[in-house]
DNA sequence: GCTAGCCTTTCCACCACAAACTGAA
DNA sequence: ACTTCAGTTTGTGGTGGAAAGGCTA
């Protein structure tokens, strides 16, 4: 069974990203989480070699698959005993950009791994344009664990997050990885006491989506990113794509009954900070589904259009919830405010003489001379 | 639970005028 | 096609007032 990048959608994926659920080829993964500081910190693994949704948890070492919970049980669990004694070991999650290098050390199969061995992987990985120094990475020994992360925060604070997320336990040391999976799962001998994974789309994953953000606070992130740049990877004059992509059409189901199209749709909930500005966008968009449902709840404010949108979305909650941090961490650091074009026509109003707020023709009685150390009236 | 009253917060029009823009000659 | 010129439009910030929201009795 073979399941293409939901990036690329032409390379066969190998990595499952938690965060964004979805399964990436090596390549686009590295892309994708290259981004930003943001994306950096989304926790990955293998794709499971078996059913290619779900990310893979072990490794068995007989057969060369990874393989996630449902699978590794329904293959290794009691009612395989063929197969139950296989040896397999744990697959750690991992953060940032690492080079083919670091992936052996993450997972001592790397090289074994189908996709990997018939190709020049490291030059493969080299031929990206990632500056290495600028990445994170997780699996950074303990006493490296507080250094800073150019372009991002620390990795303290990397941890913090995952930890936020319930996915992080005692690492074995090699790895500061939110995946903990130290429990020996070697020949079935699952210890009843080992924290359970709490991977989507498994056994556990009611565990997992419920909690998984639980006590998340965006608030207590450290979120200083020192410009636009580097929080979202682009531009000022190139945010046009992080809206218009389908991110935000798919929670209100407008593509395919609304005559606005995605810009417009992508603008409408990432642009608007306020049922007022959301009331002004309107406009200029006038068929959109989102925006009549604003105006038709005048009392809402985009959050709540949000998130009630999202509550009649049929996505999985793991997406969901997933979605809403995005949403929440991209509104949180963008500015809405007023945007100088002409700077010389602010010189000009700077130094306008008013009065009570309004310009006064040269020459009049006024009450506030900008240029005074103080004000006149 | 509903309403009235008060207080706080948010939004927006107003103003003059130089710069930017537009279209005709 | 290019330049010049006149007319029109745009954008800039502090303030006051209206509107909206929150809170209490």
Same mark, same amino acid.
């Given at each position: 069974?073979?399941?293409?990048?939901?990036?690329?959608?032409?390379?066969?994926?190998?990595?499952?990203?938690?965060?964004?659920?979805?399964?990436?080829?090596l390549?686009?993964?590295?892309?994708?989480h290259?981004a930003?500081?943001?994306?950096?910190?989304?926790?990955? =693994?293998?794709?499971?070699?078996?059913?290619?949704?779900?990310?893979?948890v072990?490794?068995?070492?007989?057969?060369?698959?990874?393989?996630?919970?449902?699978c590794d049980?329904n293959?290794?669990? $009691?009612?395989?005993a063929?197969?139950?004694?296989?040896?397999?070991?744990?697959?750690?999650?991992?953060?940032?950009?690492?080079?083919?290098?670091?992936?052996? &050390?993450?997972?001592?199969?790397?090289?074994?791994?189908?996709?990997?061995?018939?190709?020049?992987?490291e030059?493969?990985?080299?031929?990206?344009?990632?500056?290495?120094?600028?990445?994170?990475?997780?699996?950074?020994?303990?006493e490296?664990?507080?250094?800073?992360?150019?372009?991002?925060?620390?990795?303290?604070?990397?941890?913090?997050v995952?930890?936020?997320?319930?996915l992080i336990?005692?690492?074995?040391?090699?790895?500061?990885c939110?995946?903990?999976? %130290?429990?020996?799962?070697?020949?079935?001998?699952? *210890?009843? =006491?080992?924290?359970?994974?709490?991977?989507?789309? %498994?056994?556990?994953?009611?565990?997992c989506?419920? *909690?998984?953000?639980?006590?998340?606070?965006v608030?207590?992130? *450290?979120?200083?990113?020192?410009?636009?740049?580097?929080l979202?990877?682009?531009?000022?004059?190139?945010?046009?794509?992080?809206?218009?992509?389908?991110?935000m059409d798919?929670?209100?189901?407008? &593509?395919?009954? #609304?005559?606005?199209?995605?810009?417009?749709?992508?603008?409408?909930?990432?642009?608007?900070? #306020?049922?007022?500005?959301?009331?002004?966008?309107?406009? %200029?968009?006038?068929?959109?589904?989102?925006?009549?449902?604003?105006?038709?709840?005048?009392?809402?404010?985009a959050? #709540?259009?949000?998130?009630?949108?999202?509550?009649?979305?049929?996505?999985?909650?793991?997406?969901?919830?997933?979605?809403?941090? &995005?949403?929440?961490?991209?509104?949180? $650091?963008?500015?809405?405010?007023?945007?100088? &074009?002409?700077a010389s026509?602010?010189?000009?109003?700077?130094?306008?003489?008013?009065?009570?707020?309004?310009?006064?023709?040269?020459?009049?009685?006024?009450?506030?001379?900008?240029?005074?150390?103080?004000?006149?009236?």
């Open positions: 069974m073979s399941h293409l990048c939901d990036f690329c959608g032409e390379q066969r994926s190998i990595i499952y990203c938690r965060s964004d659920a979805a399964s990436l080829c390549s686009c993964d590295r892309n994708v290259s930003n500081a943001l994306s950096r910190r989304h926790s990955r =693994t293998l794709l499971c070699d078996r059913c290619s949704e779900q990310p893979a072990v490794r068995c070492a007989e057969e060369s698959v990874s393989l996630c919970l449902d049980w293959g290794h669990g $009691a009612a395989a063929v197969s139950s004694g296989h040896k397999r070991e744990t697959i750690n999650c991992y953060l940032g950009c690492p080079s083919a290098a670091e992936f052996s &050390r993450i997972w001592p199969f790397f090289q074994e791994l189908p996709e990997i061995a018939g190709s020049d992987c030059q493969g990985l080299g031929l990206m344009t990632i500056d290495e120094s600028s990445v994170s990475n997780c699996w950074a020994s303990p490296n664990s507080t250094l800073d992360v150019p372009g991002a925060g620390k990795l303290e604070d990397l941890e913090a995952d930890k936020s997320n319930a336990g005692s690492s074995s040391g090699s790895a500061i939110p995946m903990s999976c %130290t429990a020996d799962l070697t020949a079935g001998a699952v *210890d009843s =006491t080992t924290p359970k994974l709490p991977c989507p789309g %498994t056994k556990d994953f009611e565990f989506k419920d *909690d998984i953000y639980e006590d998340l606070n608030d207590d992130v *450290d979120l200083t990113f020192q410009n636009y740049e580097e979202f990877g682009v531009s000022h004059n190139q945010t046009g794509h992080l809206f218009d992509d389908d991110e798919i929670f209100f189901d407008t &593509r395919a009954t #609304s005559a606005c199209n995605s810009n417009c749709q992508g603008e409408l909930v990432g642009e608007a900070s #306020s049922a007022g500005q959301v009331k002004s966008m309107q406009a %200029t968009c006038s068929n959109a589904v989102f925006a009549g449902s604003v105006m038709s709840n005048p009392g809402k404010n959050d #709540s259009m949000f998130a009630a949108g999202l509550e009649n979305s049929s996505l999985p909650r793991a997406s969901r919830d997933s979605a809403v941090m &995005r949403y929440k961490e991209k509104k949180k $650091a963008r500015m809405f405010e007023k945007k100088i &074009r002409y026509r602010k010189a000009m109003a700077d130094g306008r003489r008013r009065v009570k707020g309004r310009f006064v023709k040269a020459g009049e009685a006024y009450d506030y001379d900008p240029l005074a150390q103080t004000r006149s009236f």
